[in-house]
């Protein structure tokens, strides 16, 4: 099976719907930004320890494929079925206040890393923010959901959260290793 249609060497692709645009378009540069947040979300997905983060990233990264198609699309109140509500918004809000009840967070300046969990994370929030500059200027020209807007707000909020979260663990993690280390190595003596 050929992956290949051809129809794209003049530069030009299909939106949702059919109508044939620019691949420079706003509407095409915003939802190919979203496509770009999924897949450093699941480089972020393939990096994070914990399987908490692991199953709040594939979730998000379904809602995202939802997003995109609406964002590809010039009329989705008319052709799509599945569309993001504030419900989807409503979870990340819940989730975002999850994760920081379980930090102690300070309002410093966060270097991204050490980790690559948490860098992974931190480079996603980045494209997320790109993703949502795009959308944002699509706005100003074309109709986007204020659901759609407000959930990418959102996203890289839930992000840096989620990289904290991943620093958090990694660091007891690594305190925990540590001790063991420590013991065993009293009991090794001591046993001498």
């Known amino acids: 099976m050929k992956i290949y249609t051809k ?17 420079s378009d706003r509407r095409v540069e915003a939802y190919g930004t ?12 393939a990096n994070v320890n914990t399987q908490k983060s692991k199953d709040l990233l594939l979730k998000v990264e379904k809602e995202l494929f939802k997003l995109a198609a609406e964002v590809a699309c010039p009329e989705p109140e008319k052709i ?16 975002i206040d999850e994760l920081m009840g379980e930090l102690e967070f300070r309002r410093d300046f966060v270097v991204p890393g050490p980790y690559s969990s948490s860098s992974s994370l931190h480079m996603a929030r980045t494209v997320a923010r790109r993703a949502e500059r795009m959308v944002v200027r699509l706005s100003e020209e074309e109709i986007i959901s204020p659901e759609v807007l407000k ?3 959102r996203l890289s909020d839930f992000l840096f959260a989620l990289a904290l979260y991943e620093e958090k663990e ?23």
């Open 80 to 95: 799509l079925k599945d569309r993001i509500t504030k419900e989807e918004i409503s979870w990340i809000e819940e989730k």
């Open 7 to 23: 129809r794209g060497d003049q530069g030009d692709t299909s939106l949702l719907g059919g109508r044939r645009v620019k691949k």
């Open 34 to 45: 979203v496509d770009e947040v999924v897949a450093v979300i699941a480089f972020a997905r």
């Open 151 to 153: 959930y990418l707000n």
């Open 170 to 192: 990694e660091v007891v993690r690594k305190s925990l290793e540590e001790i063991k280390k420590k013991i065993s190595q009293e009991a090794s003596n001591g046993m001498m």
